[in-house]
């Protein structure tokens, strides 16, 4: 079912396509929301044609989806300013997402936010002016890709992730997240944060081949976080500061067990294990600039036990 301009909206688009149905938004389509667009019903795929946009005119999250099996793909999706609360994307206890191909420009909360979704293709999408974390997870959010993403979260307003996956809830736990081939802006924190922060310690982390860029140095930023989390693998990230002080914390892994650093290369960032047990930090590339403070380690190891620091 294709959605026509001032005909046919993109609600009536979307839930006359019914199960399984595609709606198309047409190339140009351009609509305003004062209400959320939700996507209820099972194996529907909201596709659009290039420039159909989607912007947010009131307190809203600009696209709900509660159902299962739902495809985002090629939208233009907007708040530019950041004006009006809520998230662009929003999936709860929703199964066999995928969001791809999409433009999101500005959110007051989230960019995309996954609460209790499983299994998830969040892929090649172009995020920026997120005041909040870009792409978020929490609760017992699981199996969930995120890769290939281009995200610009260089605002230095508020404290934000580029992507962050928390369990967040007491009992609930973020597991089976795989972070992979994201390139990245950075600004206030850091670039891809996982833990626990009130929940279950996350399981089954996978962090690979992103680039993340520090853009600026407003606050303590830094490279890949996790705390408090249980067999995880950071692998061929990078992580560039080129801001000629201290190094920041290039790869910090702290409260968590079981968990690799390998290959990566970090410039102007180090490496801090704290309270960890069963690590490996190996054969990764560490350059701290030549004015950085003489007191600082390149690698920090602290109160951690049977750690492998080797080869790097």
């Given at each position: ?136 997870g929490d609760s017992n ?145 560490i350059m701290i600039h ?23």
């Amino acid at each position: 079912m294709y959605a026509k301009q001032g005909v046919v909206s993109a609600q009536s688009c979307i839930d006359g396509a019914g199960l399984g149905g595609v709606c198309v938004l047409p190339a140009g389509y351009s609509e305003a929301l004062t209400s959320s667009l939700t996507i209820r019903q099972t194996g529907q795929t909201l596709k659009c044609q290039p420039g159909a946009t989607l912007t947010k005119s009131s307190n809203i999250d600009l696209i709900t989806v509660t159902s299962s099996g739902a495809t985002i793909m090629g939208c233009e999706l907007s708040d530019e300013h950041a004006t009006y609360d809520g998230s662009i994307i929003s999936a709860q206890a929703a199964k066999n997402l995928t969001v791809t191909n999409n433009t999101i420009v500005g959110a007051k909360l989230f960019g995309i936010y996954l609460r209790n979704v499983i299994h998830a293709n969040i892929a090649n999408n172009k995020l920026q002016g997120c005041e909040n974390d870009s792409i978020y997870g929490d609760s017992n959010s699981s199996d969930i890709q995120v890769s290939s993403n281009t995200i610009d979260a260089s605002s230095i307003t508020i404290w934000h992730h580029a992507i962050g996956f928390h369990s967040h809830d007491a009992s609930k736990k973020v597991s089976q997240i795989h972070i992979d081939g994201n390139h990245i802006t950075n600004g206030y924190d850091y670039c891809v944060e996982v833990g626990a922060f009130g929940g279950s310690h996350p399981t089954d982390i996978e962090i690979i081949n992103n680039v993340c860029t520090q853009k600026s140095i407003p606050g303590k930023p830094g490279g890949y976080s996790l705390d408090s989390v249980d067999e995880a693998t950071l692998q061929g990230n990078s992580y560039i500061n080129d801001n000629n002080g201290a190094p920041l914390l290039g790869i910090e892994l702290v409260s968590g067990s079981h968990a690799k650093a390998i290959q990566n290369t970090l410039v102007g960032a180090g490496i801090t294990i704290n309270k960890q047990s069963f690590t490996i930090v190996d054969h990764n590339s560490i350059m701290i600039h030549s004015s950085a403070d003489t007191q600082t380690a390149a690698i920090y190891s602290g109160s951690s036990r049977t750690v492998g620091n080797n080869h790097n």
